[in-house]
Nanobody, 121 residues
Framework: QVQLVESGGRLVQAGGSLRLSCVLS????????VGWFRQGPGLEREFVAT????????DYADFVEGRFSIYRNLQKSTVYLDMNNLKPEDTAVYYC??????????????WGQGTQVTVSS
């Protein structure tokens, strides 16, 4: 059974940076594309970024505007999301998800429990 564990969320001031981590276990890491999603207070969960199995396909939501970077480390079975120039509207629970398809969407098969990111103004 695939398990995803996120970490790295915390309180940060606007303009600051964070690195979120998502560790995949229970199966071969290289079989899965991984994506990041977020759900802000009172909002629906939305797509943030996705990376394919071989890192050849990377895609971001429009609101990222070049501030975030998704990448993966095969040896650590981990996908990272570096977030820079954070804004208060980035406040959300961030989830990682995994799927065998090249791009991870809202219907992804496996989800983590989420990590809270709070950006103060």
């Amino acid at each position: 059974q695939v398990q995803l564990v996120e970490s790295g969320g915390r309180l940060v001031q606007a303009g600051g940076s964070l690195r979120l981590s998502c560790v995949l276990s229970g199966d071969t890491f290289s079989r899965y594309a991984v994506g990041w999603f977020r759900q802000g207070p009172g909002l629906e969960r939305e797509f943030v970024a996705t990376i394919s199995q071989a890192s050849t396909i990377v895609d971001y939501a429009d609101f990222v505007e070049g501030r975030f970077s998704i990448y993966r480390n095969l040896q650590k079975s981990t996908v990272y999301l570096d977030m820079n120039n954070l804004k208060p509207e980035d406040t959300a629970v961030y989830y990682c998800a995994a799927d065998l398809q090249i791009r991870v969407g809202a219907s992804a098969r496996y989800w983590g429990q989420g990590t809270q990111v709070t950006v103060s103004s």
